[in-house]
């Protein structure tokens, strides 16, 4: 779908055919919405959540809001999910809103930063820490209400072909990388290309891309990174802690809703992050075993010196994004106040981790 389509209220489908969607049919009271989003149709975690989501709304609605979930290129191509929405061709998208950091960067305050917070601290912060208010605001200029609805829980550092010894092993590097990680790398040397999520595998089986990040042990497996590149897994996840993936609606959809299907969507939201979040815990942890099990893949942590270093460019990448404009600057600002506080209680719960140790 063009640009241009979208914000004439049109979309493109795969045969080429332009159509002009008519807004949310209400007959009866009853609701027919599209959702759009950015993944695969058969991409278990994000697109299967997607669906969840929608089915869940309707049992708990009784029927009276159906939504109808298309995978990326059914009805939109991917990264067009954010136009459609607010144009109003679409109603709804499933999505990772960083993809779409040209609207504003500080779109990645909602979904993930270099050093940031957990997926458990997201969610603290946005729904009882002021994040959705000030998220609204930002959203509501591109007529769009966000809710966080999956997590794919914290990240692997990514694949690579060869073993990362120190920053100078990124400096020419080929590298998948969305968001404000992305140009952490690019201040290291590395050249850092976006391509979405289904595209991944065949790029680095065709050559623009030598290395890739995309979540945890699971959905990497499942698109098959495992098979597509090198011998090195690297830990943690500095670029993306804990992801946030969101359901965005049309603002004059979402204020055509009554105050109890507000509500409703709502809770079906946040049961919805809590559910992907134990699905990913799960099944990461599935599949990282299956890696360790298999020996063919060398897991492998960054050194301390390279992570102090990433560190250090990460700060000033977060602060140049929270410093925009005056809207960034409250943004950043409550996210730094929120991650300061919760920071002292991270580091004294997380310590039974580190010394529970296996059984």
């Known amino acids: 779908?063009?640009?241009r389509d979208v914000l004439a209220g049109g979309g493109s489908l795969a045969g080429g055919a332009v159509l002009n969607f008519p807004a949310p049919a209400i007959a009866q009271g009853?609701?027919?919405?599209?959702?759009v989003t950015d993944w695969p149709?058969?991409?278990?975690?994000?697109q299967a959540s997607a669906v969840r989501f929608a089915r869940t709304i309707n049992a708990t609605s009784g029927g009276r809001i159906n939504i109808e979930v298309f995978p990326a290129g059914a009805l939109v191509r991917p990264f067009e999910t954010f136009d459609a929405v607010g144009a109003g061709v679409a109603d709804m998208y499933q999505t990772y809103e960083g993809y779409f950091e040209k609207k504003s960067p500080t779109l990645h305050f909602f979904t993930a930063l270099p050093f940031g917070l957990t997926p458990t601290e997201l969610f603290a912060w946005v729904r009882?820490?002021?994040g959705q208010e000030l998220w609204d605001a930002l959203n509501g200029q591109f007529n769009v209400k966000s809710l966080l609805a999956c997590s794919t829980g914290p990240q692997m550092g990514g694949w690579f072909a060869r073993e990362i010894t120190s920053v100078e092993s990124f400096k020419g590097l080929r590298y998948r990388m969305t968001g404000p990680g992305g140009e952490v790398l690019r201040r290291m040397g590395a050249i850092v290309v976006v391509v979405p999520g289904g595209e991944i595998v065949a790029s680095l089986r065709s050559g623009p891309i030598d290395g890739s990040e995309f979540a945890g042990p699971w959905l990497d497996m499942a698109i098959g990174l495992h098979e597509a590149v090198g011998f090195y897994?690297?830990?943690p996840g500095w670029h993306e802690p804990g992801t946030g993936i969101a359901v965005g609606i049309n603002k004059s959809v979402w204020e055509s809703f009554n105050t109890s299907d507000r509500e409703l969507i709502e809770a079906v939201a946040a049961g919805e992050y809590v559910r992907a979040l134990a699905e990913s815990d799960i099944n990461n942890a599935r599949a990282l075993r299956r890696l360790r099990d298999e020996g063919k893949i060398k897991i492998a942590k960054f050194d301390a010196s390279t992570l102090s270093t990433i560190h250090a460019i990460s700060k000033d990448v977060v602060a140049e994004i929270g410093s925009r404009d005056e809207l960034s600057r409250k943004i950043y600002e409550s996210y730094l106040q929120f991650r300061n506080l919760i920071a002292d209680w991270g580091e004294i719960s997380g310590r039974y981790l580190s010394s529970r140790g296996p059984a």
């Open 233 to 235: 897994y690297y830990y």
């Open 30 to 35: 009853l609701r027919q919405l599209k959702m």
């Open 128 to 130: 009882y820490g002021g």
């Open 1 to 3: 779908m063009r640009r």
């Open 41 to 46: 149709e058969r991409l278990p975690g994000l």
